[in-house]
T-cell receptor, first 113, second 113 residues
Framework: DQQVKQNSPSLSVQEGRISILNCDYTNSMFDYFLWYKKYPAEGPTFLIS?????DKNEDGRFTVFLNKSAKHLSLHIVPSQPGDSAVYFC????????????FGQGTRLTINP | DTGVSQDPRHKITKRGQNVTFRCDPI?????LYWYRQTLGQGPEFLTYFQNEAQLEKSRLLSDRFSAERPKGSFSTLEIQRTEQGDSAMYLC???????????FGSGTRLTVV
C-alpha cells in the first residue's frame, strides 16, 4: 500500500530551466508535506515543507505547490543548477511534528550543462 | 554539534550473524528515529524514541530487531540472525518535538552475504 507515490523515477533537465517534480498521495489524513534531497552516500536533507492550510510555499529557488483536492504536490526548482542533481523524496504526515513520515519512492533529477 | 552520526558506515556480515549499529543524534534533539531504505525505495519507518522511551514500532521491525536509547542520548539498533533480506541502508534521524522535518545521518549500509 503505497500511500505516497512519485511516479517518475527519473527526470533530466537542462541547466537554467525549471525542474518540476511531482508527488501524489492517497491518505486524506495527511496534512503536512515535506521534500528531501539525497546525494549518494549521504542521508536525506530537508529542503522545504508545506502545511495543508497553504497552497504554496517558497524558499529561494525552491517552491512547493499543494493541491489538496487532487492530493497532489509538486516541487519547482528554478533556475536548475548542476548541484541540484540528486534524488528527491516527498514525504507526508498527519501534522507538523508527527513522529512518522511516509516517503515516496524518489525521483532522480539530473541537471545537464 | 556536527549533526547526526552513524557508525559504522558500512557493514558486511554473513547470514545468521548478529549486527549492531549506533546512532548519535543532535544533542538537544529529544526525538530519535530509525528508518530503512532499500534500493529504489524511499525510507521506511522502523521505530521512534521520545527521550529514552520507545513509543512506536513498525510491523517491519520483526522480533529479530531491537532498538534501545539508554538515557535518551545515543541509540543502538541490533539485528539478530541476519537474513539476506535485511540488506539495506539503515538511517537514523533526530528532531525536536515541534519540528516538522528531521535531520538524518548518513546511514549504515548493511550487506548480508
Amino acid at each position: 500500500d503505497q500511500q505516497v507515490k512519485q511516479n517518475s523515477p527519473s527526470l533530466s533537465v537542462q541547466e537554467g530551466r525549471i525542474s518540476i517534480l511531482n508527488c501524489d498521495y492517497t491518505n486524506s489524513m495527511f496534512d503536512y508535506f515535506l521534500w528531501y534531497k539525497k546525494y549518494p552516500a549521504e542521508g536525506p536533507t530537508f529542503l522545504i515543507s508545506i502545511s495543508s492550510i497553504k497552497d504554496k510555499n517558497e524558499d529561494g529557488r525552491f517552491t512547493v505547490f499543494l493541491n489538496k483536492s487532487a492530493k497532489h504536490l509538486s516541487l519547482h526548482i528554478v533556475p536548475s543548477q548542476p548541484g541540484d542533481s540528486a534524488v528527491y523524496f516527498c514525504a507526508a504526515s498527519p501534522f507538523q511534528g508527527a513522529q512518522k513520515l511516509v516517503f515516496g519512492q524518489g525521483t532522480r533529477l539530473t541537471i545537464n550543462p | 554539534d556536527t549533526g547526526v552520526s552513524q557508525d559504522p558506515r558500512h557493514k558486511i556480515t554473513k547470514r545468521g550473524q548478529n549486527v549492531t549499529f549506533r546512532c548519535d543524534p543532535i544533542s538537544e534533539h529529544n526525538r530519535l528515529y530509525w528508518y530503512r531504505q532499500t534500493l529504489g525505495q524511499g525510507p521506511e519507518f522502523l521505530t521512534y524514541f521520545q527521550n529514552e522511551a520507545q513509543l512506536e514500532k513498525s510491523r517491519l521491525l520483526s522480533d529479530r530487531f531491537s532498538a534501545e536509547r539508554p538515557k535518551g542520548s545515543f541509540s543502538t539498533l541490533e539485528i539478530q540472525r541476519t537474513e539476506q533480506g535485511d540488506s539495506a541502508m539503515y538511517l537514523c534521524a533526530s528532531s525536536l518535538d515541534t519540528e516538522g522535518g528531521y535531520t538524518f545521518g548518513s546511514g549504515t549500509r548493511l550487506t548480508v552475504v
